[in-house]
């Protein structure tokens, strides 16, 4: 076989500059914990708060929650906790 441009050797070190700063979706949820959050159901409804809590299901505690459905403010509640299974995505917001 031969090896004329097909395969390539990262010598330099680079990649391992790279591998360093990914970030895993874990490290992403403990630097948000405590920081105001956007959480999007599976049906489309956001709920805007403070991440107070959450486990390895994606099960969501939030406290000075908002829920905005159709981009429209609906509630206002104090605490919510939403089941994992629901959760489309997590997503930080601006303080």
């Known amino acids: ?12 070190g680079e990649g391992d500059a ?3 700063n990914k970030r895993s979706p874990s490290d992403f949820l403990k630097a948000v914990l405590g920081r105001p959050v956007n959480v999007r159901l599976n049906s489309g409804t ?3 708060g403070v991440l107070a809590c959450l486990d390895g299901y994606m ?10 459905v159709d981009g ?8 919510c906790f939403i ?3 629901n959760v489309l995505y997590i997503s930080s917001q601006k303080r």
Request: no cysteine.
């Open 18 to 20: 790279v591998e360093q």
């Open 46 to 48: 956001d709920y805007r």
């Open 83 to 85: 089941r994992g299974n």
């Open 59 to 68: 099960n969501i505690a939030m406290e000075q929650t908002e829920e905005y």
């Open 72 to 79: 429209q403010l609906k509630s206002k509640y104090g605490d």
């Open 1 to 12: 076989m031969s090896s004329e441009g097909n395969v390539t050797s990262n010598k330099s």
